[in-house]
């Protein structure tokens, strides 16, 4: 049986070119127009090969040597390197591999830590709190009674004299830090000492930051967090999934959080393929990767602040970058689509300073195909362009398509 990428798979043009174009179709919009959505990447055709390998057939609930079905030795293999890999990038004692996403990776750490009804403090929604940061759309909100926190409305940055005193007054069981658009660092050691001083775990969700951390671009959650929940598809550039590290005190009960209680079966070939971008994670050649991810998400957003739009906190320490493009004319949702239709790919975002909606951008994925600062100063002036109506829209549609021919995501 073939092992190789979907993408290269003949047998499926020959049995359903349907689908076969859909796919070939995919790969075309990814190659010809501009990743800049923050929590998107390229995988590796080695990533590619594991998730479409016949791993995908087996079933396996539990965990290597204690599984509810037969068969799994090669498996059980699979899933030790995968936690052992995770263990040694990320220097924790302890490692589930087994969420099937992001949003599975914080519903275990919730369900190893609480209970419902209880007091959690997480960032706001409006600030760049994620779903299950305590949105009434989602189960985290319906079961437990989350304290928002928020940002300078000035400065963008995280408020820590407001954190200190809400957790100071609604004693939360939880303190939640993690964002889906905050661009700065996040101080861990502030959350670990507020933490402490009034007996919460502190749970990190560096969904976003996790792939930075791996390479040595951002400061690591593990030392101060009780239980560090991520995904493994951001600048992580592995498979969609999760991930949850913790020490040896907690292992147990996060794994049974995971399986049984929020999930069935893992899928072995996405644990399989988190093991490679793991062992893609821990070279320098990722390092590399990792810092210039973050040079080039600030020169983008030197960029796009000279050309008038204001950036959030001024700046960036990581690969995203939120924006209000209002001072070019248009607003956040406005924006969004003038650029999709010039093949600028970008996501919407709140901003701290009242409703306003802006643009959310990340270098993860454009990086990842080898642009550099130089490209980033071109897009900058490109988006700019686009925002003011400037030239024809099938001219910048150009402009984006042959700056992404030269750098193209896969092997052709
Ligand atoms: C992306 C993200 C998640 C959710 O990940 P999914 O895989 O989409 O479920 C959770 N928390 C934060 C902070 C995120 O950025």
Not at 2 to 12: K, N, P, R
Not at 53 to 62: F, Q, T
Request: proline letters at 6%; glycine letters at 10%.
């Amino acid at each position: 049986m073939s092992v190789t990428h979907t993408l290269e798979a003949d047998v499926l043009r020959r049995q359903d070119p349907q689908l076969a174009d859909i796919l070939h179709g995919e790969l075309d919009r990814q190659s010809t127009t501009l990743q800049l959505i923050a929590a998107e990447n390229f995988t590796s055709p080695a990533v590619l090969a594991a998730l479409g390998s016949p791993l995908a057939n087996k079933y396996a609930e539990g965990y290597p040597g204690s599984r509810y079905h037969g068969g799994c030795e090669m498996v059980d293999v699979a899933e030790r390197l995968a936690v052992e890999r995770a263990r040694d990038l990320f220097g924790a004692e302890h490692a589930n591999v087994q969420s099937h996403s992001g949003s599975s990776a914080v519903l275990a750490a919730y369900a190893a830590l609480l209970r419902p009804g209880d007091t959690v403090l997480a960032l706001g929604l409006p600030y760049g709190g994620h779903l299950t940061h305590g949105s009434p759309a989602n189960f985290s909100g319906r079961w437990f009674d989350f304290v928002p926190y928020g940002v300078d409305a000035e400065t963008g940055l995280i408020d820590h004299d407001q954190v200190r005193t809400l957790a100071r007054t609604h004693r939360p069981k939880a303190i939640v830090c993690g964002s889906i658009a905050y661009p700065r660092h996040i101080d861990h050691a502030f959350f670990r000492e507020v933490a402490d001083e009034v007996g919460a775990y502190l749970i990190a969700d560096a969904a976003h930051p996790i792939g930075l951390v791996a390479g040595g671009a951002a400061p690591s959650p593990v030392p101060y967090a009780d239980i560090v929940c991520a995904t493994t598809h951001k600048v992580l550039r592995g498979p969609r999934g999760g991930m949850l590290l913790c020490g040896s005190d907690l292992a147990e009960r996060v794994d049974r959080a995971v399986f049984p209680f929020t999930q069935g079966g893992a899928q072995m070939h996405t644990v399989a393929a988190k093991a490679v971008a793991f062992g893609e994670a821990a070279t320098p050649a990722f390092a590399a990767y990792a810092h210039q991810v973050v040079a080039n998400a600030r020169t983008l957003a030197a960029g796009l602040a000279a050309q008038g739009l204001v950036v959030t906190t001024g700046g960036t320490d990581t690969h995203l970058i939120t924006a209000d493009p209002s001072p070019l004319g248009v607003d956040g949702r406005t924006a969004r689509l003038r650029l999709a239709a010039a093949g600028v790919v970008l996501d919407c975002c709140a901003l701290p300073h009242g409703d306003v909606r802006g643009l959310r951008l990340g270098t993860a994925a454009v990086t990842t195909q080898g642009m550099g600062e130089e490209e980033m100063v071109r897009v900058a002036a490109l988006i700019a362009r686009v925002l003011r109506g400037e030239g024809e829209s099938h001219t910048a549609r150009e402009e984006v398509r042959e700056l992404a021919g030269g750098f193209p995501p896969y092997p052709r």
